[in-house]
């Protein structure tokens, strides 16, 4: 009989560095987006004391669901001119909602697997992430036994991480072999179509908008240095294993070498790559409706009309 596992869970090497910049960051996650309270959190704010307790109740609306009221210019009600969070000030991290807690953390769950990750919409995830000396490296711990085989996707995954690993071959070469292993051949992106169709699709930020329309021409080879191997990595870590199938997962490995020809093609056009990888997942990453278009478009290239 095989061991069976209780519970296994998996985090990318760089999770346990995390350190919010709190006011030194130059991208608040406290501005810009509607912050949602849970349920739980709705209560205990519904009992908290004094006059703070009071403006909180005051800027919480209830409708559709709970959700801080924000200020004419975007920002949460209880963030300070410092940029730091006036409840935390105040109360502690025990104080926050669960979004405001957890964000930039982001969990994937599987039978019996859960594995954690840091979006790159984070400045800091993406500096952690791209300043790591080697290749990606996942981090186990085990409640139990672990069984004697993986899942067939996140066993693929696996693989296509180890093969990224190898600096040695060139990064065109790690990519054939990645499509290989999916029974593909690695697609030709061309930049200049995938600018115009990126520009067709829902834009938040006037900065990736400026990105986009600067991008020149690129020579077509893609950085087989650390930083760039690790982005492609994370991508492959954060997207691949979701997929309901191999037909799927083989889009969105497409997806994810798109991603980093992308990003690495606005990099020559004089973009700086942590502040393009934020952008990116920012406008990408956290959009099912972008990614759901641009694995539509990426379908009839890999398996025809």
Not at 45 to 71: A, I, N, Q, V, W
Not at 181 to 205: H, I, K, T
Request: charged share 30%; hydrophobic share 40%; glycine share 6%.
């Amino acid at each position: 009989m095989s061991p069976v596992i209780i519970m296994l869970y998996v985090e990318p090497d760089f999770y346990p560095e995390f350190q919010c910049l709190a006011s030194a960051c130059r991208h608040s996650c406290c501005l810009g987006w509607e912050i949602d309270v849970d349920e739980d959190t709705a209560e205990l704010y519904s009992e908290l004391p004094g006059p703070l307790g009071d403006e909180l109740r005051e800027k919480l609306c209830f409708h559709p669901e709970p959700h801080f009221k924000m200020t004419a210019d975007g920002r949460c009600p209880f963030l300070n001119d410092k940029g730091l969070c006036r409840l935390i000030l105040a109360w502690g991290e025990d104080a926050l909602c669960d979004i405001c807690r957890e964000h930039p953390r982001f969990y994937n769950e599987f039978p019996r697997r859960q594995e954690a990750g840091l979006g790159l919409c984070c400045e800091e995830a993406a500096r952690l992430l791209l300043t790591g000396e080697k290749p990606l490296k996942l981090i186990y711990e085990t409640e139990g036994e672990l069984e004697d085989e993986e899942p067939e996707l996140i066993a693929l995954r696996r693989q296509l991480l180890d093969i990224l690993s190898d600096t040695a071959i060139p990064m065109k070469e790690r990519i054939s072999r990645c499509c290989a292993l999916m029974d593909m051949e690695p697609l030709s992106f061309d930049m200049a179509y995938w600018r115009d169709f990126y520009l067709g699709l829902e834009r938040l930020d006037e900065t990736w908008t400026a990105a986009l329309e600067n991008l020149g021409p690129a020579d077509g080879e893609l950085p087989g240095d650390t930083a760039h191997t690790r982005l492609l990595q994370y991508f492959i870590y954060r997207h691949f294993a979701s997929a309901e199938n191999r037909r799927e997962a083989a889009l969105l490995l497409q997806f994810c070498i798109l991603s980093l020809r992308l990003i690495s093609a606005l990099e020559q056009s004089e973009g700086e790559l942590t502040e393009l990888v934020r952008l990116y997942s920012s406008e990408i990453e956290y959009s099912d409706e972008n990614i759901a278009r641009i694995t539509e478009a990426i379908n009839p290239l890999l398996f025809g009309a």
